[in-house]
Nanobody, 120 residues
């Protein structure tokens, strides 16, 4: 199983970026799909979560600016980011819970991360 992110890059303050994450491999289904981020020197933190049914949750620091979405048929999740701030600079990681793999029938996997840099 593999998660591959794309879409990171350099953007100016107030700009927009959309991150994408695709899942590949052999599994039965995907439950929650999440975006985390890690700022240098800090712990990785949850940015947004979306359930298989489409229920979303956001960290307070991105509410109203970021939108998470998914395509179950394509095993993809996206994070649309607008009104970006310098403090959004981080490595963004895709995370998902896969069913039908591992000794207990499910497991979380992480992508390799994609850098987002917001310049002022």
């Amino acid at each position: 199983v593999q998660l591959v992110e794309s879409g990171g890059g350099l953007v100016q303050v107030g700009g927009s970026l959309t991150l994408s994450c695709s899942a590949a491999g052999r599994f039965f289904s995907i439950d929650d799909m999440n975006w985390y981020r890690q700022i240098p020197g800090k712990q990785r933190e949850l940015v947004a979560r979306i359930t298989r049914g489409g229920t979303t949750n956001y960290a307070d620091f991105v509410k109203g600016r970021f939108t998470i979405s998914r395509d179950n048929a394509k095993n993809m999740v996206a994070l649309q980011m607008v009104s970006l701030k310098p403090e959004d600079t981080a490595i963004y990681y895709c995370n998902a819970y896969f069913r039908g793999i591992g000794p207990i029938g499910g497991a979380y996997y992480w992508g390799q991360g994609t850098q987002v840099t917001v310049s002022s």
